[in-house]
Each structure stands twice: as structure tokens, then as C-alpha cells.
């Protein structure tokens, strides 16, 4: 009698290799990019938040709402640990189509908008270093060569990352506790200023006053609104883990002790960054950071002079290093989860058989972010008035002017892409948070059973929708953030043409998913 033939080996699988730490690193550490570094320059503008009291109060606002979101999603998270995060949550709560249009924003805007604005200002901090320490070599390192380093650097950590995702973490885990020490070093610097005689410049109090503003017209709270979205953007990325859940090892205890203590540890160190930013500059000073450096250099620089420059950009090089990984790292699982589902071509779903990667998702990531990249540096080098702002006036849209030269509004390439990726992210983040009401409706005999239940429920994840709806409401009132908004809805509206015709070549109405099981 012949022998039973040996059966298949098993297609590899990702491993689950991520410890607690290695998992807050990747919260913190996706997190942590140009947002503290730079974004305070959007929240100082005169229409903004430039009081002290105010600005705080809006780096802590976001703080908190971030950290209710967070205790919501932790429990979405530990139901259904599989790569894909957001793209699971929204198809096991409202079905696939939902599903596919959270795919669609966060591969063709947030992700590859996300890689291409951070490995660019990495880039740009990277430029501002060299002219500090040779002015004569940085006058080589013009406009195309930094495109083309930017590149360069997507493409080596795309190949860091396929080549395993231990080896990307650990990577990730090194750069994030530097970059934690260097915002603890901003936070501290006035009070170190203080114990040096010698200093260029002298910590001071003036600027914190006034601490708020005198009245609040509609102005300024719609202005209060885009200070907001400016925050987001720094605390953009705290759901990241979610797409890593079936990597995570005892994903129902570390998914939610890494959220939690990952996104507590932001609030402290970008509330302490921001304190120390208003003792040495004004709201001025900060605004004029906008385009071409960081309000942290400018920062250093008063404080310590051309020595604090450079420590603050190599501070935002590696903080962005950090960023452009942890997102190179993640955001692969997004069309790895939708190939395994039969919604984004089959070879993205295929993991590498010795690395157990998803390498050819990790590449379609990398190729997409270059675009980006060479495609908005093309825009901005042929046309710059491409990035006039736009406002919707008596019935029609017409360029944004400033009220007292005339001159054209005009937005930075930074600011521009960030936009793009706030309103995305905030509505299928959003969305996500809104699942853990179905979930627990659909699947109510399974709650008590969860090891991990969100605090404070239904209250803690019912303020989170309420204060993220404000904040879409605010992008549409606002005139210059109003087109992004728009723009974002087209592309989501091009991702349900995308669905339906998807669905019609395949004879119909794809097939609901099966449910995942849960791990043991």
C-alpha cells in the first residue's frame, strides 16, 4: 500500500514577535514625527490660537479626546487582532464596502501623503544641517538632489522593513527613545538656559501673556477649529498599531497597555515641548517658522545659538527617521488584509517564505510614496500657484487673498499634504470608534468575556465621535480648508465608482467576509 503523501507545508504567516515595549514604541514612535516639531507655527497664527493659555489648552484638549479614542479602540482592537486594523474593525462592523473605502483613503492618501511629507521634511532638515556646517556643499544640495535623497531614503527603509518585522521594530523601538529624549531636552532647555550665564538669549515669561483671548467671535472659532486639525496632524497615528494587532504577542493585555501608555506619554511631552517653545519665542516668532524650518530650531537657535540649530534639526532628522519607518512598517498590512479578502490584487496578500513579510505590499507602499513625492516636486517647481488656497465666496470659488496686501494665500507643500491626510484619517478613525457601538450590539454575548472592555463606555467613545465631528465640521466652515475637504470627499467618492465597478466585473455584490476567529 503506497504511502499517504506528506501533506503541504502551511503558507507562511506573519509571526507575532511584538512585545508591550516594541508595540508603544510603534505607538509612540509613528506618532511622534513633524507635528511638536513644526505644527505650532499653524496654531500661534493671529486667527488661530496664539495665546498661551489657548494654545495649551488645545495641545491638551487633543491629548484628551486622543486618549478616549484610544480607550475605545483598544477594545475594537483586542475583538478582532488581524492585520489591517481599521480595515478589519469597519468590515466586521458595516460589511466590506465600508471596509474597502477605509483601504482606499489610507493607502491613496494617508499613507503614501503621510511617507512622502515626512521623508521630505527630513530631508529639508537634513538641508538646513548641511548649510549650518558647509554653506559651500549645500549650495550642491539644490532642489532635485533633495527629491532625490528622499527617495533614496524611502526605498533603503522599504527594504529594512520587508526584510522582517522584528528587525524594523527593533529599529523602530532605538530611534523612538531618542526621539522621546529630544523632545524631554526642548522641554528642559529654558530651565538649563537659565543656569547658564552666557546664554544668547534669556528665557521669558512675556510671551505667555496674554493667556487668553479677550472675546471669541465666530472668527476665532473657526480659527480655533484649524489650530485643532493642526494638532491632529501631531497626534496623528496613534490607531498604527492596529494594522500590526496580529504581530502583537498577548494581543488582549499589550494592544491596550501600548495605546494607552503610548498616546499618555505624547500628551505629556508635547504640552511640555509647547510651554517651552512660548518662554523664549512669541506667537510671531513662531508663525514666521512656517515654511523652510521648525519652530524647534528657531527655538534652539534663540536660546543657544547656531549650536541649538543644528541639535534641533538633528533632533527632527531622527524624529522623522522614526516616523517615515513606522509608517513604511505599517501601513503594508492595509492591502496585505485587502488581498486576503479578494479586494485588492492577490500578490499584495502573499507574505515572503524566510522574512514572512508582505513584501510586495511593502514595495506598492514604497513606489506610491515616491510618487508622491516626485510628483509634488514637479507641481511646486512648473506651478507654484497650485497651492493658492481656495475659499467658496458669493456662490463661487475664487483664490483666498489676504485682507491687507492682496497678495494671494498660498499654502505650503507640507501643510498642504498634511491637510489632505487629517480629514481622511479623522473620518475612518472616526468610523472605527463608531464600530465598538455595532460590535457590541452584533456580538453581545462575547463582551463580557473580553479581557479588556473600554472604560467608560458608551460616554468615553461617544464624546471622542462628538469632538471629531466637530472637527470635520470646522474644516467645511473654514474658507481655506474647506476645498481639502471637498477634495477628500471626491476621492472618497471615486472609491465607491471603484467598489461598484469592482463588484460588477465579479457578477455581483462581493461576498460578506467570514468572521475572524478569535486567537486562543
Not at 125 to 141: H, K, Q, T, W, Y
Not at 183 to 189: E, N, S, T
Not at 233 to 239: D, R
Not at 297 to 311: D, E, H, I, S
Amino acid at each position: 500500500m503506497d504511502a499517504t503523501p506528506p501533506a503541504p507545508p502551511a503558507p507562511p504567516s506573519l509571526p507575532r514577535v511584538l512585545g508591550p515595549w516594541l508595540a508603544a514604541a510603534i505607538v509612540v514612535g509613528t506618532v511622534i514625527g513633524t507635528g511638536v516639531f513644526k505644527k505650532a507655527a499653524a496654531v500661534a497664527k493671529p486667527d488661530a490660537a496664539p495665546e498661551f493659555g489657548l494654545s495649551v489648552a488645545v495641545w491638551v484638549g487633543v491629548g484628551v479626546v486622543t486618549l478616549l479614542g484610544a480607550l475605545a479602540f483598544a477594545e475594537v482592537a483586542v475583538r478582532f487582532p488581524r492585520a489591517g486594523g481599521n480595515y478589519v474593525f469597519l468590515r466586521e462592523a458595516f460589511g466590506r464596502p465600508m471596509a474597502f473605502l477605509s483601504g482606499w483613503v489610507d493607502f491613496g492618501i494617508n499613507r503614501g501623503a503621510s511617507i512622502a511629507a515626512l521623508a521630505s521634511m527630513f530631508t529639508e532638515s537634513l538641508a538646513n544641517l548641511i548649510a549650518e556646517v558647509r554653506p559651500d556643499v549645500a549650495e550642491g544640495f539644490g532642489y532635485w538632489p533633495q527629491r532625490a535623497f528622499t527617495v533614496g531614503l524611502i526605498a533603503v527603509l522599504a527594504v529594512i522593513n520587508a526584510r522582517g518585522t522584528l528587525l524594523g521594530a527593533r529599529l523602530q523601538f532605538v530611534v523612538t527613545l531618542i526621539k522621546v529624549a529630544s523632545i524631554v531636552a526642548i522641554a528642559l532647555l529654558p530651565l538649563a538656559v537659565l543656569l547658564w550665564p552666557g546664554a544668547p538669549s534669556q528665557p521669558t515669561t512675556a510671551n505667555m501673556s496674554p493667556a487668553w483671548p479677550t472675546e471669541y467671535p465666530l472668527a476665532r472659532l473657526i480659527g480655533l477649529g484649524s489650530a485643532a486639525v493642526a494638532v491632529l496632524w501631531a497626534y496623528h497615528g496613534w490607531m498604527n498599531l492596529g494594522p500590526m494587532a496580529e504581530e502583537v504577542t498577548r494581543p488582549q493585555r499589550n494592544i491596550p497597555l501600548a495605546l494607552l501608555a503610548g498616546v499618555g506619554c505624547l500628551i505629556v511631552l508635547y504640552v511640555s515641548a509647547n510651554v517651552a517653545y512660548y518662554a523664549a519665542l512669541s506667537p510671531a516668532d513662531m508663525v514666521n517658522s512656517s515654511e523652510g524650518t521648525t519652530v524647534a530650531r528657531n527655538f534652539c537657535r534663540t536660546l543657544v545659538g547656531p549650536a541649538g540649530a543644528m541639535a534641533a534639526s538633528l533632533a527632527v532628522m531622527m524624529s522623522v527617521f522614526g516616523a517615515v519607518n513606522g509608517n513604511i512598517l505599517v501601513g503594508p498590512r492595509l492591502p496585505y488584509a485587502m488581498a486576503q479578502d479578494g479586494l485588492a490584487p492577490g500578490i499584495f496578500g502573499r507574505l515572503h517564505a524566510r522574512f514572512r513579510t508582505p513584501t510586495f505590499a511593502t514595495a506598492l507602499l514604497a513606489v506610491w510614496s515616491i510618487t508622491m513625492v516626485l510628483g509634488l516636486g514637479v507641481l511646486l517647481r512648473t506651478n507654484r500657484d497650485l497651492f493658492n488656497l481656495w475659499e467658496f465666496k458669493e456662490g463661487t470659488w475664487r483664490v483666498a487673498t489676504d485682507a491687507k496686501t492682496g497678495e494671494a494665500k498660498t499654502d505650503t507643500p507640507f501643510d498642504m499634504l498634511t491637510d489632505f491626510v487629517i480629514f481622511g484619517s479623522v473620518a475612518f478613525d472616526t468610523l472605527a470608534v463608531v464600530a465598538l457601538f455595532v460590535l457590541r450590539w452584533k456580538h453581545a454575548d462575547r463582551t463580557a468575556a473580553l479581557p479588556y472592555k473600554c472604560w467608560g463606555y458608551p460616554v468615553v467613545p461617544a464624546v471622542y465621535v462628538l469632538a471629531m465631528a466637530a472637527v470635520m465640521v470646522s474644516m467645511f466652515l473654514d474658507p481655506e480648508k474647506r476645498w481639502k475637504a471637498c477634495v477628500g470627499l471626491g476621492f472618497i467618492g471615486v472609491g465607491v465608482l471603484v467598489y461598484l465597478l469592482a463588484a460588477g466585473r465579479k457578477g455581483g455584490r462581493p461576498a460578506p467576509a467570514r468572521l475572524p476567529t478569535p486567537p486562543a
